[in-house]
């Protein structure tokens, strides 16, 4: 599920594995359970998913690696954990790539800001300033903000050199 560099170099890998990982899922077990709601097994499986490539990641092969067995998970099931996965803070979808990622922070907010390498594809999420501004004016308008993502492509600093 590793996705292709265009480059040869070596990138670092933001996947997690072990501890951190098994914390990370417990905690957001724990966020859910304080807002009512409930980290079920599909949710709980396509959070992992995400945890563990740390990078963006396609619905398809979300579905492909999602049975442990190896066998593909039935589309809907991914697509409805998504969903709520984004609506709950815990991953954004990225517009650009038609990917999701795991949330890089702990903020229940709606505004993520991500910075995408456009040669490797290695994406960070950065804190998003200037989205409060943002929010401020469309609640001037009597718009309400559900999402906010700021998506800024360039080149990483391992792929200028
Ligand atoms: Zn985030
Ligand atoms: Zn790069
Ligand atoms: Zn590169």
Avoid: W
């Amino acid at each position: 599920m590793a996705h292709t560099n265009a480059c040869d170099h070596e990138h670092d890998n933001r996947g997690l594995a072990g501890d951190t990982l098994t914390r990370l899922l417990a905690a957001a077990e724990a966020r859910c359970e304080r807002a009512g709601q409930r980290l079920t097994a599909p949710r709980r499986r396509v959070l992992e998913l995400l945890l563990q490539v740390g990078q963006p990641v396609k619905a398809y092969d979300l579905i492909a690696a999602f049975g442990d067995d190896g066998a593909p998970a039935k589309p809907p099931t991914v697509y409805r954990a998504l969903d709520f996965l984004s609506k709950q803070g815990f991953a954004h979808r990225i517009e650009s790539l038609n990917a999701y990622i795991a949330c890089g922070g702990d903020a229940d907010g709606h505004g993520a800001a991500f910075l995408i390498c456009d040669c490797c594809g290695v994406t960070r999420e950065i804190a998003p300033t200037g989205t409060q501004e943002i929010e401020r004016m469309a609640n001037g308008e009597g718009f309400i903000l559900t999402t906010l993502t700021v998506e800024a492509h360039g080149l990483c600093q391992d792929c200028r050199s």
